[in-house]
């Protein structure tokens, strides 16, 4: 088998794949395997910094858990979503494939949008990356709360931009505009939203950049491996969320 | 094109099968932690421990690696579990700094 492959100038002929899969889904797993040392590195600061202050403190009571939960059974329903994306693209039934996928941006987008509702509740309670209205001493409970579901919740917009470029692709791009003119329009300017909807333009340009230069019809491959960058997203915060909010609950 | 993934039972059942099993999980999270049913400290190996399971239900089955080859599985989660388990070397600093104090 391999003495066949090394043969230089044979057509078609390509040594086998330790993982005998594809390229594009190794490439996707390693990239998955390094955003999770990141995560794990963000996590762990985190983590650090609570067990080492006595005073770390416990604000989220019960509607804050309430919204968080919510948002841990979009995400888990978007999952489920995805996979019958998959399912659907392996069987070459394009209609159900776009379907499920835009299912799977809808759950997305609810979390976004809880996750906006929770960061806008918290910064009316005068919590910011520098300090918090709970614990004068513990001044760097926002700076991680905020970069780690920040992080995460940038994350999730890629995602769902991903996956609108993949389902839908140059039909796409006029949506994300309006998304981002109407979202720019509607959020109050004292919104830390109002700067941060930009992420949604520099999505379409990338996007659209993409799609002009490297025009293809995604197949199921290209599916599939949009589907493990989502169910990744998924998978950091089944740790966010105990991490975070569970360890830190005010009854 | 053939893969080894490609050959496994694709039935929708068990991925609605595991998307109950994470509800159900997600729940019991939900009501260990407002209950507070355990101190911190055990409260965070439960939560930890649920989560793993969590996870792996995810990488199982939702991103399939329980369906590639074993090189795929071993090397992939081998990898990054010894980085993560790195970190924790670290830990027992942050417990120091508690004993030590704050002046």
């Known amino acids: 088998m391999s003495e066949v492959a090394v043969q230089h100038g044979m057509a078609d002929v390509y040594e086998p794949s330790l993982f005998g899969t594809y390229s594009k889904k190794i490439g996707m797993w390693l990239f998955l395997l390094s955003d999770t ?23 989220f009571g019960k509607e804050s858990i309430t919204n ?184 | 094109m053939h893969t080894a993934a490609a050959t496994h039972d694709e039935g929708k059942g068990q991925y609605f099968w595991v998307w109950g099993a994470l509800l159900l999980l997600t729940a019991v999270e939900v009501v260990l932690a407002y209950k507070r049913v355990f101190e911190p400290l055990q409260m965070l190996e439960a939560l930890m421990i649920l989560s793993i399971i969590k996870s792996a239900l995810i990488i199982g089955y939702f991103m399939h690696l329980k369906y590639e080859v074993a090189a795929m599985k071993w090397v992939m989660m081998t990898a990054v579990t010894a980085c993560l388990c790195l970190m924790c070397i670290f830990f027992p600093d942050a417990f120091r700094i508690v004993h030590l104090g704050v002046r």
């Open chain 1, 37 to 59: 040392l990141t995560f794990g590195a963000l996590l762990f600061a985190y983590s650090y910094g609570r067990i080492s202050n006595p005073d770390w403190p416990t604000p």
């Open chain 1, 68 to 251: 968080a939960t919510i948002m841990t059974g979009c995400l888990l329903s978007s999952s489920l979503t995805m996979v019958l994306a998959v399912l659907a693209a392996r069987r070459g039934d394009r209609n159900w494939t776009r379907n499920w996928i835009l299912f799977t941006m809808f759950f997305g987008i609810a979390f976004i949008v809880l996750h906006g509702l929770e960061w806008t509740h918290l910064i009316d309670e005068g919590m910011t990356p520098f300090k918090n209205p709970w614990a004068a001493n513990v001044p760097q409970f926002g700076g991680t709360f905020f970069t780690l579901t920040g992080m995460h919740m940038l994350h999730v917009t890629i995602g769902v931009i991903y996956l609108g470029v993949v389902s839908l692709r140059k039909a796409f791009l006029p949506i994300l505009l309006a998304v981002w003119a109407v979202a720019w329009w509607l959020i109050p300017a004292n919104s830390v939203f109002h700067y941060g909807v930009h992420a949604l333009l520099a999505g379409f340009i990338v996007a659209a950049v993409i799609l002009i230069l490297k025009p293809k019809v995604y197949d199921a491959h290209d599916v599939e491996i949009a589907g493990l960058y989502w169910h990744f997203v998924d998978l950091v915060w089944m740790f966010i969320f105990p991490l975070v909010y569970l360890m830190s609950t005010r009854v």
